[in-house]
């Protein structure tokens, strides 16, 4: 697989990453099984895909069970990320609370590494910034978690330019990692062009759910989820707004068609043409599919293409 560098200075990894989130919650859990998960993971490294992304928070440290699990405490040339400040008040309903406090990120490192099976995280994510605690206090925190050489790398999740900013004065952001999709494109919108300050401060940026949640594949004839699936409450996929939205995967077919390829190979090129910078983590636990999203790699989109993607009608309905 091509590799892009992992901001400056940092790793070259796999063009295209695997988000791991899936394997344990969001999305279809009736379907969770921790075997073919972890066989998923260990294809994927054998692929060339060597950047795997969880969260603390992904099944209330699960999916991180299941990374480390998956790699066996062996982590030679793969990147793993995983993320701290969302905290799961109740898996079963799945509340959600922030704390971007001093306390939690170090009582929360020691968590990870735990359940990663490693002595050092590469890459640690601020999950999102707490209101109630100053950024740089956060980030004050995970920077001497770097320096205690329990962390090697520092990132933000859906920051803003402010933000980004604020923390990349005490400590470089090697990594920004946002929504980003044919469908999502706020990451790129005027202003908040977080794909382009990465560019510009020599930070990766890594965009998640580059396949809109699934809905970008062409795969869904219409929308049936189980209680519990992310997607069963997303405004994207009421009645109304999937017919609509359903325009933008006629488009992302016409490109496919050209190419032999795969709607979803289309929509995970897209992102990678954004930038030399951009490290995309498509998500699933399905062998198939991972055989498919890896194989985006190789597809090069022409002008033509990327103009034609670049004119899809925008979604109807919010992200959440």
Known sequence: MKTRQ??????????????????????????????????????????????????????????????GRALEGSTDGVVVATKVGIVVDDLATRTLSRDGSPQHIRESVEASLRRLRTETLDLYYLHRVDPAVPLEESWGQLTELVRAGKVRRLGLSEPTIDQAETAHRIHPVSAVQSELSLWTR??????????????????????FAPLGRGFLTGSFAKPAFEDGDFRATNPRFADGAFNANLRIVDAVRAVAARH???PAQVAIAWTLAQGEHVIPIPGTKNP?????????????????????????????????
């Open 288 to 320: 198939r599919y991972l055989a498919e999203n890896v194989g985006a790699a190789a597809l090069d989109l022409t002008v033509d293409d990327l103009a034609d993607l670049d004119g899809v009608p925008a979604p109807v309905g919010s992200r959440f």
């Open 186 to 207: 706020d990451a790129l919108a005027p202003g908040a062009d977080m794909v382009r300050w990465c560019a510009e401060h020599g930070a990766a940026f890594v965009p």
């Open 260 to 262: 032999g390829a795969t």
């Open 6 to 67: 992992l901001a400056d200075g940092g790793p070259f990894v796999g063009a295209i990453g695997l988000g791991c989130m899936g394997m344990s919650w969001g999305y279809a859990e009736s379907q969770r099984d921790d075997e073919q998960s972890v066989a998923v993971i260990r294809r994927a490294v054998e692929a060339g895909v060597s950047h795997l992304d969880t969260a603390d928070a992904y099944g209330d440290g699960h999916n991180e069970t299941l990374v």
